[in-house]
């Protein structure tokens, strides 16, 4: 039984991979911008808790959206630079867009799923998800018969 947190590799809505593809996507990343928009993310574990960090400069909590279905951590978000009024603005050099990601990640047995907080600072935001605590054997006493 695994109980590390993984990456969740569904491939809905991306275009069919070989299994050349999928090998090559797993060892550099996408080959095309896909992966190029994902955050970059750390997963860390304590005695207590899993905790994930993930790097969203320019996003703030207004933009990020986080669900846990079927045991599965899913973060995404989504900026829009390209529809704002700009007042008559000339850029030279506009670089700055629309942009979203998504990233999921399969979670251990083990998470106390209804207990998960997220905190968002300074572009960083961290994802605490409690573990459950193991239920140790229970001792029975053996008394000594009368």
């Not at 996408?30 to 993930?54: C, F, Q």
């Not at 909590?61 to 669900?67: A, F, S």
């Not at 207990?115 to 998800?129: C, E, H, S, Y």
């Amino acid at each position: 039984m695994a109980h590390d947190i993984t990456r969740y590799n569904n491939r809905t809505g991306r275009r069919d991979l070989s299994i050349f593809d999928d090998f090559f996507d797993s060892m550099l990343g996408a080959w095309d911008n896909y992966s190029t928009r994902l955050p970059a993310v750390d997963v860390e574990e304590t005695p207590e808790n899993y905790i994930v960090k993930a790097e969203l400069p320019g996003f703030d909590e207004n933009n990020v959206k986080i669900t846990v279905d079927k045991h599965v951590l899913t973060i995404s978000g989504k900026i829009d630079e390209t529809n704002k009024d700009e007042n008559g603005k000339k850029y030279l050099i506009k670089e700055r867009r629309y942009e979203s990601f998504e990233r999921s990640f399969s979670l251990p047995d083990g998470l106390d799923e209804s207990a998960i907080t997220a905190d968002f600072a300074n572009g960083i935001l961290t994802v605490t998800l409690p573990k459950t605590p193991e239920e140790q054997p229970k001792k029975i006493e053996v008394k000594i018969g009368k």
